[in-house]
């Protein structure tokens, strides 16, 4: 069965502190795998998109990465306003699925200043 | 630029009432989805669209009903509405070419009682 499983469930830093969070899946060809974020009481805001192994995007303190089974966001010195529940979600390949994507359950991240 | 708008904000539905959820995107985006939101369960695709006049089934379907008249509206329709459809319902429009990268509304969040 096609999956997507987010580690950890909730991770608490202290601001400054570096750390990374775990996105693995299993599907049968990857067309993308993306990261969201998402603030309480608002949609998910898209930040990257992967297409394949070795490949990596970076964006302020955030850094996302991809191999063969998994994606890391690494969040290097966060801030209290890193603090928010981070989605990654998975685009199959094949012409059937490519406009539906498999949704993690997110890690909520909390930055303590 | 407004991106994507939904209405209303928030609704208590009584079981056994219906209503319809608004969206109305401005991005000229051929695709639009909606998802729900439940705690723990992640987003779970309830239909999409891929352009005006065609829509589609997602995971969780039963007991919904959309239609897609123009490529800036996507309404939601609720017929019959029971306690398992509560839940906080997000709109969202992507690009024809990057599916995966989605453009969310603020939500609706929905309470039958």
């Known amino acids: 069965e096609d999956q997507v499983t987010q580690s950890p469930e909730a991770l608490r830093l202290q601001e400054g502190e570096s750390s990374s969070l775990n996105c693995s899946y299993t599907v049968s060809g990857l067309r993308g795998l993306f990261w969201y974020r998402q603030d309480p009481g608002k949609g998910p805001e898209f930040l990257f998109t992967?297409?394949?192994?070795?490949e990596e995007k970076e964006k302020e303190r955030l850094k996302a990465t991809l191999t063969k089974k998994e994606s890391f966001l690494h969040i290097t010195a966060p801030k209290p306003e890193d603090s928010a529940t981070y989605l990654c979600?998975?685009?199959?390949?094949?012409?059937?699925?490519?406009?539906?994507?498999?949704w993690g359950l997110g890690t909520s991240l909390a930055v303590n200043p | 630029n407004a991106g994507v708008t939904q209405t209303p904000k928030f609704r208590i539905l009584k079981i056994g009432q219906s209503m319809t959820l608004q969206c109305t995107q401005d991005?000229?985006?051929?695709?639009m989805y909606w998802y729900r939101q439940d705690p723990g369960m992640g987003l779970k695709l309830i239909y999409y669209s891929v352009g005006a006049g065609i829509t589609d089934k997602g995971e969780v379907p039963n007991g919904y009903n959309v239609s897609r008249s123009t490529t800036e509206d996507f309404p939601l329709r609720l017929e019959l509405a029971a306690p398992s459809q509560t839940s906080v319902y997000f709109c969202?429009?992507?690009?024809?070419?990057?599916?995966?990268?989605?453009?969310f509304g603020p939500g609706t969040r929905l309470t039958v009682l």
């Open positions: 969202a429009s992507s690009q024809t070419s990057r599916a995966g990268e989605q453009f």
């Open positions: 979600a998975v685009q199959e390949g094949g012409a059937g699925n490519n406009r539906k994507l498999i």
């Open positions: 992967l297409y394949s192994a070795g």
């Open positions: 991005m000229n985006h051929n695709y």
